[in-house]
């Protein structure tokens, strides 16, 4: 019986080595995709528009009371024939027994536009809802941007490693077949060496970045977090012509927290003048109608009524007086946050502004220093393969042209991810 297991286990082996695992699928994304597969996914999003259907119900609420209300009504009294109710109120009237069944309808006649503004006001802080809902938007189309291009650059440092690595290790074989000739020195292949290795730290680091931002925006668009892609290219867009005086008049305009700031002080304003209203009477129409098909005989069998009731505040220790001082003094605070957040809105909009110029402008410098760079490094390497030069020489290049490979193949997505805050900003991202 082992002997079988062996023969079958040798037999199976080739298979189990020759059998290629299949490799997980990667999702292909542009931009566009991405941020659509965001917008779809994101729970926050979903969290922000459930509360705006959940503050478009306040209007129906408030605008309940300018409807009447009816009640159904069925009452059954077993009671000492002819007695009297004699303590706990001021009427007394004669208790019978009976069985009745009847209808309570109330309607309001006029509170003096209170209910009037409470209505303005639930629909103002609806419609501030939806600009927080907005904004809410616009901050999950960022966080996708900014995580579609930290892939694509984090993508192309590990492109930078890998050849970094690939060149190294070529000049370690090099100046090791030049050393066993005794053409160069064991220090020169100790020089090549440590050069090799910091090279497969850089590319350490650089897969991590890349699994990391992998990661992000997978989380992003609500997928796995092993989640691999495949990014497409996305042209490089014009830098901001427009000076920083127009893009601050553009996002004090656009920018959703400065229009929810603005309802809900529109909305603080109208909750005043309802608070206000507090003062005034409120009328209302009251009636009643029924049948009492069982009763003692001194209880008829059918009875209605309709009158009307006029409240009048006279006084209540100031209560009014003080929640319509409160209300003016929240509306207030309100009117003082929006000014703070327009003055915070100008000084984003700024320096958003400069990060993009700045970045826009180090594409082109990077792009010389890399050519520069390059140059330099031909250079040393042929002086060092002339003997003119040592290999610190060589060295001392390789990782300059390293670092400005780097630089270069980072800077376009920093701009790319600085031109998407502008248009954050400014309110514009869509």
Known sequence: MLKRFIVLAAALLPLLHTTPLRAEPKLSLNLAKTKEMALQNNPVLSAALLNVAAA???????????????????????????????????????????VAAGLSVNQLVTDFGRTRELIDMAKLRADAQKASAEQTRADVLLVAGQAYFDVLRAQAVLRVARKTVAARQYLVDQVTALAENKLKTDLDVSFANVNLGDANVLLVQAENGFKAAQAQLAAVLGLPGDTAFTLAEEPMPPPSTDQTDALIRRALEHRPELKRLRLEVAADEKFVDAEHALKYPTLGIAGAAGVVPFGQSQV????????????????????????????????????????????????????????????????????????????AFDLALSRYNLGLSSIVELSQSQLNLTTAQIAFASAKYDFQIKRLNVAYQTGELG
């Open 300 to 375: 008829q069998d059918r009875y209605g009524a309709i009158g009307f009731n006029l409240n009048v505040p006279i006084f209540n220790g100031g209560l009014f007086k003080a929640r319509e001082e409160k209300a003016r003094l929240e509306a207030q605070a309100s009117q003082q946050h929006l000014d703070e957040e327009a003055i915070k809105l100008a000084r984003d909009v700024r320096l958003a502004w400069l990060d993009e110029k700045t970045a826009y402008d180090r594409v082109a410098l990077s792009e010389k220093i890399l050519k520069q760079a390059q140059i």
């Open 56 to 98: 478009l119900q306040v209007p129906t609420e408030y605008r309940a009371a300018y409807l009447p209300t009816v009640q159904g009504n069925v009452t059954g009294v077993l009671a000492d024939s002819g007695s009297r109710l004699a303590a706990g109120g001021l009427n007394n009237p004669v208790l019978y027994d009976r």
